[in-house]
């Protein structure tokens, strides 16, 4: 689980992350639609600022076309409401087409599957359970990207396990959160692992470099010589 404050750039930590590892990968996208995650692969890409890569979807599809199908191990659903029988459903139907299931399955945002009960609380601790079960089944890795607890008491820039959004931290193996300092640089904290050593209450975190005009996410010490940490001019999105 990888989470984080509104704001907190989760979308475009993981955007980079699938961009980097290359896996085949089926990606429940509610929170964003198909064009944001164009232009923002485009512009990681190509390092272009997303304001220029939302025009080139308009004025130069070849281009876009030929640009993003080197991310054709990305199989996406935009569906903004997806119920739990639909992530099954999905991952079946890859199965159908592929031969086999996806080596990863990502939900963003979690807390936006399967409210048909209108027990938000209840649908996502189904989510979790099922997730558990899902990537037993398939063998895929699952990543669920989730909000904290936005709160005076919620711990910055990375929350703490316990200010996890529903309490739902004892089911993942591990979770990540995510968060801005002050000056606006992006920091992530290893607050729950299973199989090694983490710190619940994020005290521990450390710098990413983040550059948001580009959506470009990356290890600290391989930022670009020159390059300057921190907001990158888009205000508002993850």
């Not at 750039?9 to 896996?23: D, Q």
């Not at 281009?63 to 903004?80: E, S």
């Not at 099922?130 to 890795?141: C, F, I, W």
């Amino acid at each position: 689980m990888l989470a984080g404050l509104p704001g907190s750039h989760k979308t475009r930590i993981v955007l980079n992350a699938l961009v980097n590892m290359r896996t085949p990968t089926l990606a429940f996208s509610t929170d964003s639609d198909a064009d944001t995650v164009a232009s923002r692969l485009l512009a990681i890409n190509t390092r272009t600022a997303t304001s220029v890569t939302e025009e080139w979807l308009r004025t130069e599809p070849d281009k876009c076309k030929r640009l993003l199908a080197q991310y054709d191990f990305l199989t996406w659903c935009f569906r903004p409401d997806p119920s739990l029988d639909d992530v099954w459903l999905e991952a079946y139907a890859y199965h159908e087409r592929e031969g086999r299931y996806p080596d990863q399955i990502v939900v963003d945002i979690a807390s936006d599957i399967g409210h048909d009960t209108g027990d938000e609380w209840g649908s996502l601790r189904d989510l979790l359970r099922q997730s558990k079960v899902l990537a037993r089944e398939t063998g895929a890795h699952v990543l669920l990207v989730h909000h904290a607890s936005d709160s005076e008491r919620t711990k910055r820039p990375c929350p703490r396990r316990s200010d996890i959004h529903g309490k739902v931290a004892a089911i993942p193996e591990l979770i990540v959160t995510c968060g801005l300092t002050q000056l606006g640089e992006l920091h992530v904290a290893c607050v729950k692992n299973r199989h090694a050593k983490a710190d619940a209450d994020a005290n521990n975190h450390f710098p990413m470099t983040l550059d948001a005009e580009t959506s470009f996410v990356s290890d600290y010490v391989n930022a670009p010589r020159g390059f300057q940490p921190g907001w990158g001019g888009e205000d508002g999105w993850e």
